[in-house]
T-cell receptor
């Protein structure tokens, strides 16, 4: 079946450090891939997405590249800020499954000054 | 104003009580979803609806029911609440027309505690 596996947290980084959150997927068809972010006390909001192999999604300094050969969609940011502290979810959707999203378990990030 | 709203935002109830969580959206989307979030488990799909006449079970529908009263409203009911239904519940919507680019838009969540 379709699923997403992302690295366990929590992750704690100092401000301006480099961030990588790993995400790998299993899909029965050709998925679109997403990263969502959940700030404290809020719902999830889309951070970035990619719909085909080798696409790079980017937003707010975050990037992720759709790697079909390694079935991965790792999230990166070159210099994190305190305001990036949140929970990050990797997700996929495969069109022929009725647009049902599959989410990873989430990775909590805390950035300290 | 928020595009996806949920009421109540917080609820504490007792085992055996019937509870209804409500979701409304002003985005004009056809598709609506209910998820629950538990620590270490991420989001799991409870039910989803592609239009007013279409209701589908998700991964964890046992103990839950839903009603799609209108395009803009999708309610989740716990017929007889039990403590392991204590969780954060999210409603989400998406548009039918954009295929693989479909983004899901989430409400702010309802924190439910069953004692």
């Amino acid at each position: 079946g379709d699923s997403v596996t992302q690295m366990e947290g929590p992750v704690t980084l100092s401000e301006e450090a480099f961030l990588t959150i790993n995400c790998t997927y299993t899909a029965t068809g050709y998925p679109s891939l997403f990263w969502y972010v959940q700030y404290p006390g809020e719902g999830l909001q889309l951070l970035l997405k990619a719909t085909k192999a080798d696409d790079k999604g980017s937003n707010k300094g975050f990037e992720a590249t759709y790697r079909k050969e390694t079935t991965s969609f790792h999230l990166e940011k070159g210099s994190v800020q305190v305001s990036d502290s949140a929970v990050y979810f990797c997700a996929l959707v495969v069109l022929n499954t009725g647009n049902q999203f599959y989410f990873g378990t989430g990775t909590s990030l805390t950035v300290i000054p | 104003d928020a595009d996806v709203t949920q009421t109540p935002r917080n609820r504490i109830t007792k085992t055996g009580k019937r509870i209804m969580l409500e979701c409304s959206q002003t985005k004009g989307h056809d598709r609506m979803y209910w998820y629950r979030q538990d620590p270490g488990l991420g989001l799991r799909l409870i039910y989803y609806s592609f239009d007013v006449k279409d209701i589908n079970k998700g991964e964890i529908s046992d103990g839950y029911s839903v009603s799609r009263q209108a395009q803009a409203k999708f309610s989740l009911s716990l017929e007889s609440a039990i403590p392991n239904q204590t969780a954060l519940y999210f409603c989400a919507t998406s548009d039918f027309g954009t295929g693989l680019n479909n983004e899901q838009f989430f409400g702010p969540g309802t924190r439910l505690t069953v004692l």
